[in-house]
């Protein structure tokens, strides 16, 4: 499983971004795939952001995502989108998408740990300036 996150970049407090995550390969189009944004700031740790379930009837956010950032999925485009709306100066990290293979019922629950998570894309920058 190959993702290939892209739609960072610089941004003053306020604006918005959309961030991809475009998945490809042989195994993720044979599977179902929860799928998750994540990401790490400066000097921080790798934190949660958003979740969606691969049946996209359950979706989680963080307490700081919550009402600004929306998570969606088109799973015949094996695409996640991450929404952020005005954004924040903490919300400057590196995000990152996530695939946790699933079956059954836990394909119907969004996972917020990290390591529930099986394969990382590289990261994508995202810059707010005041």
């Known amino acids: 499983v190959q993702l290939q996150a892209s739609g960072g970049g610089s941004v003053q407090a306020g604006g918005s971004l959309r961030l991809s995550c475009a998945a490809s390969?042989?195994?993720?189009?044979?599977?179902?795939?929860?799928m998750g944004w994540f990401r790490r700031a400066p000097g921080k740790e790798r934190e949660f952001v958003a979740s969606i379930s691969w049946s996209g009837r359950s979706i989680y956010y963080a307490n700081s995502a919550k009402g600004r950032f929306t998570i969606s999925r088109d799973n015949a485009q094996n695409t996640v989108y991450l929404q952020m709306n005005s954004l924040k100066l903490e919300d400057t990290a590196v995000y990152y998408c996530?695939?946790?293979?699933?079956?059954?019922?836990?394909?119907?629950?969004?996972?917020?740990?990290?390591?529930?998570?099986?394969?990382w894309g590289q990261g994508t920058q995202v810059t707010v300036s005041s």
């Open positions: 996530a695939a946790d293979g699933c079956s059954g019922y836990l394909c119907y629950v969004a996972p917020v740990n990290i390591n529930e998570y099986d394969y």
């Open positions: 390969g042989r195994t993720f189009s044979n599977y179902n795939y929860n």
